[in-house]
């Protein structure tokens, strides 16, 4: 039997939902062509496996609507309320153009996410095993820059879910035999 409780908490995750496919609309994934949300989707899937809350299924499935989309976080903010919103961003990349070089702004956003919570650590470390896999199988020579910048970043998710950081770091090593070696 749901009681209220879960049934407001299953509205969240699926007004996430709803939220990220809206805001993502047609966009899709640059390497397979897949519609973008099934990345979301893939990413959320991923925390609740491990036992995450609400609140990270929710980043989860909203984590690049800041940086991807039209969507502030102040959006963001607004439909989900503030412990989301922190969510997401801590999963946005701080870092703009105008920043520096793309190793600079790598370091930028790195030193923000060294300092987001175990949670969010753990939502970003389900990004980086679902972005690794679809860079290495499909990333042509992009792959071996990725895998670097991605290798310096798991040094601060350490954090994270260590199962996730399990995966991601196998992921990591998978992908290097195969582009680095």
Known sequence: ML???????????LDACAFATRMHGNQQRKYTGEPYVLHCLEV???????GGTPTMIAAALLHDVVEDTEASIEDVRAQFGEDIAQGVA????VSRPEDGNRTARKAMDRAHLAQAPAEMKTVKLADVISNTR????????FARVYLHEIAALLEVLTEGHPELLRRAKAEVEQGAAKWLA
């Open 3 to 13: 009681f209220a409780q879960d049934l407001a908490v299953m509205q969240i995750v």
């Open 44 to 50: 959320a899937r991923t925390v609740a496996e491990v």
């Open 134 to 141: 679809s860079i290495v199988d499909h990333g042509d020579g």
């Open 90 to 93: 801590w999963l946005t990349d």
